[in-house]
């Protein structure tokens, strides 16, 4: 059952919307791509028992602001350190899925005494072998549906087919097709575009704090042999598998999840 959280809002431009449960050391937590806040809920519930747990949508995501111009992943970073400045707390834990990793790279980069810990959830390795021609192929490959006039629930079915790991996972899948209904189109067609060009690459090795890399074992956008490649750029990080999960591992297997990262947090 997922929980009933009452939507806050930071009073930002643009106003960047969250939902916080729990006492304790801050954990933040960001959404992937196709995401929101909600996504996070079942491990929101039980990290709260020992953590202030927090999730947002990013802006242009779920209930924030709308923005202008492209989305600049520093900016998202500029957003976190608002909310956590906001929030009267001096560091947090980041918990970041996807693309959320990458922000959460870019936070720790700009932010550093604000980062006590990273855990990256199914976190691209980068584009950085791509040649330009073939990032835009990327790029124009994503954005064709949308641009195309593909509505949001057909093209989020498309999509879960290709990030569940086990098809048999109904809520797993029907939270993800949930999730992206509520995308706002303008940001995910520029979303797309920072995600590809994303540098984060540049960052794994300069990461001097606690590190935890999780990967679903089913993972086929960002598998296995890309995490621990990601593990081997980042010293002293810690790797774990999710079993039975595919890219949304947080969704998919949350009683995994949850069990890992709590061990994490606790160590630290």
């Known amino acids: 059952m997922k929980i009933d959280l009452l939507t806050k809002f930071l009073p ?3 106003k960047i919307a969250f939902t916080q449960i729990g006492a304790g050391d801050l954990v933040i937590f960001i959404h992937g791509i196709g995401g ?12 709260s028992k020992k953590f202030n747990v927090v999730a947002l949508d990013l802006r242009g995501y779920g209930e924030s602001e ?9 900016d998202v970073a500029d957003d976190i350190q608002k909310l956590i400045l906001y929030l009267g707390e001096k ?14 790279l870019y936070f720790y980069e700009k932010y550093p005494d604000l980062t006590q810990s990273l855990v990256l959830c ?21 954005r064709k549906p949308i641009e195309d006039g593909m509505d949001l629930t057909t093209m989020a079915i498309n999509i879960a087919d290709t990030l569940i790991g086990k098809k048999s996972n109904k809520l797993a899948y029907d939270q993800l097709v949930e ?10 067609l520029k979303a797309i575009d920072t995600f ?12 001097d704090i ?3 890399v999780l990967v679903g074992e089913l993972d086929n956008l960002t598998p296995v042999s890309m995490a621990k490649e990601i593990c081997s750029k980042i010293d002293g990080s810690i790797f774990k598998i999710i079993p039975d999960a595919g890219h949304l591992s947080n969704i998919e297997n949350p009683d995994e999840f949850n069990i890992a990262v709590l061990h994490f947090l606790s160590q630290i």
């Open 179 to 188: 999730s992206m209904q509520k995308l706002h189109k303008e940001t995910y």
């Open 196 to 207: 590809v060009k994303s540098e984060h690459y540049n960052i794994f090795p300069k990461l």
């Open 12 to 14: 930002s431009s643009p």
């Open 122 to 142: 199914d976190a691209p390795l980068g584009f950085q072998d791509f040649t330009e021609n073939e990032r835009e192929k990327f790029i124009r490959l994503r």
């Open 36 to 47: 929101n806040k909600e996504n996070w809920y079942q491990n929101m519930e039980v990290l």
């Open 66 to 74: 709308d923005f202008l111009g492209p989305m600049n992943f520093s």
């Open 91 to 104: 560091k947090c834990h980041v918990v970041g899925l996807s693309m959320g990793a990458q922000i959460s």
């Open 210 to 212: 606690p590190v935890l």
